[in-house]
């Protein structure tokens, strides 16, 4: 392909091609009684409507929505929005598109740093653990798990919700812990184990496709305990692995989100479990405020209240 | 032993013997120098103070605070408080004592009802689950646990937090169970299980002695999740055993204390789970009435307001 | 009437007839000058707009919003969307229309148990109250408020918001009721006339009509006390109604709601209301989730959060 | 008697008489196995502790609990206590010890004003009401309670939990409703009518002992209840009281309590409504602050913590 | 200008004039490539759209969006809504368009009562305080803001969230507080004065402009702080002002939004602060309900739920 | 003096000396007429009573409630409970009894770490801001109130309640912030001087005395404005210190207690001020934890729950 148009840059009167998330497809009956298909297109740039009048059974065939598209159409207008009749368009994927452009983080958000790199500097912290029965936990978890971690969003809907935010969020509470561990005079060991832990069973909570949703697993169990259960599975097959030890890395997972004012959860009982509460709840909003002030569009100093931490925020 | 005299009958003069559950024990040393033990004794019917002043260090060793002693004393008074002084004193066990009449439900609020009638009962009530998978899990988790679930209370302060409550609260909840799972047309099996299995995990939040308290397990953990643990263990070793009947079957127990106006707790999400989750809180909110009614000593109709529904209650 | 066409069979062309309810009704002027009536028709099957371009006054005058119509319309489809042309249009009633096949539950959504078969199975119940004024104060109000108790809802927008909702709650509580009784070691007979008459003043507190909504006294007095009224206006008519039952029965109504968490209600304080209470929440809760999971639309396995539960549920 | 001595001025040694509330009172055995009579009196100065030893069963028909007492005793002092050696006790009444100075305002904390005047300032304000039919409702049912409304406390251990509280309470809230009613251009007569009957069932709601208690009809059904029962039975015997009228006033009393964050109560929703409650809560928080400011003993410009406000008050 | 057509009388076919606030703007580019300008013009009677078609540049500099402007132009209609052909339009202020019937409460919404006229009521209302610092701290602040309060709202979209609201509000709240000093026998001048004062700082905390906004020092220190610091400048300036009193009233005005129920914030501590923090609370209520049952536009006697106080209001 | 006896130290029929703190005298009559004093004498260790029998007018001038003593005594035992006999007290000051060995920190809790090193660790500190008006401003503050921060206690009975607890919250918390300004990408100077300044109130809000207590300012305004009026008044002695600048710091400092969920706070609108909010509520509730584990006292792993936590905290 010669050139990739992101959806932005779509005009009345234009040829294009490109790759897009498939977001909506139906088949429907024209007027006419002939079949045709509806579209909708997405990349990280905008959302487009489009329609495929030929070949439909065929093309209808090709993908599905929800999947990567890859597509060559005319642009025309209907009723004063743009529209694109479809004339080609098939699956995409980065074993048979990549080295035509296609890259997942064109078409989804994604984490502005590389997945790789990040992955690598995880890698680095790992090894600061010096408790080796600890080091190795998380190690093999990473590693068995590490096709989903490096595209896992951090959440649906709220703090880092895109591609490869889960690693992002980690990698920042890690690097907070190892500030706090000494000034708090806890076992940094320990610590660091449970940033590195407590939210692993996210991967298994949401799906591993382009649009993330809750698994079965994840509705029903929920990350928190899925993290628990990833830990203690592992942790058995360590010789020697510490009764107590495992405890303590349990309950600092259960309890991560035990907000001291709620009814009904867990909460954090002794300081490392404390610490990784309050380093998670830092992280989340910290995040979440920032999302708010680069997402607000509107041309005033103040944000508008419709952000997580609904107030208006100072955007200079 | 001739006779055993229950503490409420205990009068100034007596020399009395019987059993009885120590639950404080200091070593101290009198204003001449000597050592002494001052101890509490306590049975169903009451509470009394004893002083061992002879042989202190030998009968030191005989017992804990905490356990069941076997006692012989001497009834005196002290500033118009009744007080033993103990002659003889040594650890009670039902292998030993038990011909002499010793009975922990002597020493310690037990439930009303007999403790292996209420097996056999429950035994007969997992008989009537239909899908062989369950009732062998249901089966196998009651025999491995058998011993801790007959003594079992099934909280330490609030509803049926006596010796056999859990049993008992579990038997109510079943019969509750099959009333209205046909009313209600949901999957009798999967609510049977669910009843039988959502609480099992206090065997393990509980410690077994006659004053129970929470274990680290208990306190790190909780009895939910550990519930679940013990049914998702056992399930693994069933060949067969569904994948999404036991993901439902977890869902249930991880949610059974699920009440909607809770932030931070998972809810029932299906009819079994919310059937399950109701008849927890009916059948703890009818035992908590009860009890306060029973347990109010004020001379009128109505109770104080010190109990767990913080109301008076009308108690004729 | 030959044929009664329900909306959801309509299409563009055709000439159709059918039973409606006319939701919305406004007489405007078209631009020539000209008046003409502007319709929303509904029934259980969906819903459509109308517009009558004849004998403008005299149709007018033929129907209001709000009641049940039978029209005669010629379908056409103006900017993508179907719409009826009316030709002919009048109120319909069971007396007038019923021969033709005129059923109000029809056109509103209605309990799906028939409701001649809940009344005589209701009658059945009252007839196993013991003690024979309770039994005569329930079949007094019951026999007084009949031809109400068939039709009303439970509730305008929550649990059995539909025709002959009442009716289908209160036998299901009735059930419950009959099973707990024994188990819980109650008075039966309070406990059902209890279930029978707690919510007996939504009669009151609801109007009439097809489209149910709150009446001056429902806003103002609510049906708790208009329930509560109801009883001790009959019970004050038969003679030696013993005083303290009256005050415990009314005590039942006025207190079922309350929630032991929340503030400034009446809390149920002995253990017949507590039970009262708890199997009107068990009921409610039971019969949100089931409509929730009826009527969700998702092409998932999980419902959408939109529901009064707020969380997604399994459909499977 | 020539003097009577309250309680607070009683030392060791002295023969006292005087009048007090008898608020505990049991027969006991003294180890000699003699029969006595322990008290406890009180008085709007304090509280003292009494013996009876001789004549205990003649004595002990002449009072109970909870009733006033005319008492002679010597003052002896037992364990650094004072205490009463009762020569001489029984039943206390206006009638018979009236000119001997009983008065039940002093053994009970009562309102500062004459309730007599409080009665007649009352009754002015009733003539105030122009609709007629108002008025003849209001002064009916003062009228027929007359007795009890000139004694009764406006709460237990609330606002004004004193006798002649209630009288108090509702004077002090006409005279705000009559000061506001012009301000916010509302219906005087409803909103007077609502002030003088919106806690009138508190005379049923509390007893009307020297120690007020709940009765069963308060505890089961409360004052909101009882008020506006009172209000319809007495409406109901006015030949012409407008039934909207009636509605609207049996709303202000049953939403009077609505805080419009509390769930589950009735909330006003129409002006005079929403004064209503309005005037209840200044009322009854500015009575509040000025018993705490009244009552701190602390030795400082700030009372302590420990009052119905929960924080410290400045008192100068 | 002959005549002022309001938006709502403007029909299609009409050449019209008047005064309008601008509320949108912007320069777009049609189809041919030609600017124009999109605009959209409010009064108080509606809403309208508007282009310009002609000397878009020249007309682009007279006007910005959130001023008032004065325009001639022709009514088309475009799918169905009207829409103005601008001809003329420029800014409009009350200097020189006032003389041609240019009023800003034409277009904002505004208190019905004259602003002039509250003004002067107010300036007598301040003659009521004894205590001369007092008087002259209250009259020196109103005086150095007269020009800010007489326009500004008592809030952006709660109680009187009109032009001159504020004045209106203070004014109400004024008469309450004269009412209610005697009954509650508190010191009128420091009550007076904290009614004047808790809420001046809104002159600061909201914009001055035809449609208010939040400014920075609103967003970042809120009118509570900003009040009170007004007030302690100015007191700072007048000789002898008794540093208690000074701390009291800074109390009352950072305590005045203080509900009992509510966390972390500043509670009143003595009768002064209660009752300010009463009568706002009061004012504040009954303006919501007014507005709500003048603003209901349902053809019923009782309103819709969407107002501030959630539940339908009674219209009669 | 040659020795200092600490209170725990004291045994039955010692002659000590030692430096307390009075924490309550009282004046009183013996039976035989004669007045003696009443004492609570306390240090770090513990707590006694005592009596001073002879002198009593002299040695009652010598001392105040509240203050520090020096004392000689004979200790004897009643009720067995030891007791000092008081043969001379006085007053003691570092200025007259340091060099015999009077610290303050001996007779109220204190913070383990030196206030000396902290004030060095803190002027250090400043020194990393690198806008010259902040660190002017931040400097200037310290230095006027030097004295007063040395000596202040964080809270009165929550975080760091002891001697110097301020300084070293204050300083821990700017570690943290130190460690995160990176981090979160966020202005280290104003963040620095957002932790170094927004409890400073706290020296105005608590009294200087050996036992703070809240003081009138703390009362009426509370240490948040207090602590932003200190910062705004030394600003503005500051030229040319920007005005937005300083906004941004007064609103850090208001809303550093702004928990999202709490109705009625001012909330953190931008990224330092949510983060100065953050690490408060970290270093407080850290703190919390580790006085609740070194406090709790109880023969187990587990704490009792009466701490500020309200869970039972695991203390190995």
Known sequence: ????????????????????LCVDKHVRHARTGDLFIDLVLRDKTGQIHGKIWNKVKFFNEKFNSGEAVVAKADVSSYQGRLQ????????????THGRYGYDPTLIVPSSEKDPKRMWEELSLLVKKIKN?????????IYKENKESIIVCPASLSSHYNYRSGLLECILSMSGVALDLTERYNVDMDLLLAGVLLHDIGKVKELSNRLESELTDEGNFIGHSVISRDMVKAVAGTIKGFPKSLLLKLEHMILAHR??????????????????????HHLEKHMNLMKMALEQDEENSDWTLRNNHLFIPLYKR
Do not use: C
Request: no cysteine.
């Open 258 to 279: 035990g907000q001291l004012e709620w009814r009904s959860s867990r909460k954090p009982n002794f300081p490392e479990a404390l610490l990784l509460h309050q380093i």
């Open 1 to 20: 392909m010669k050139e990739i148009t992101p959806i932005k840059k779509i005009k009345e009167g234009m040829s294009i091609q490109g790759f897009y």
């Open 132 to 140: 080796r029965r600890l080091k190795k936990l998380v190690t093999q």
């Open 84 to 95: 694109l009749d479809i004339k080609k368009i098939g699956r995409a994927s980065v074993q």
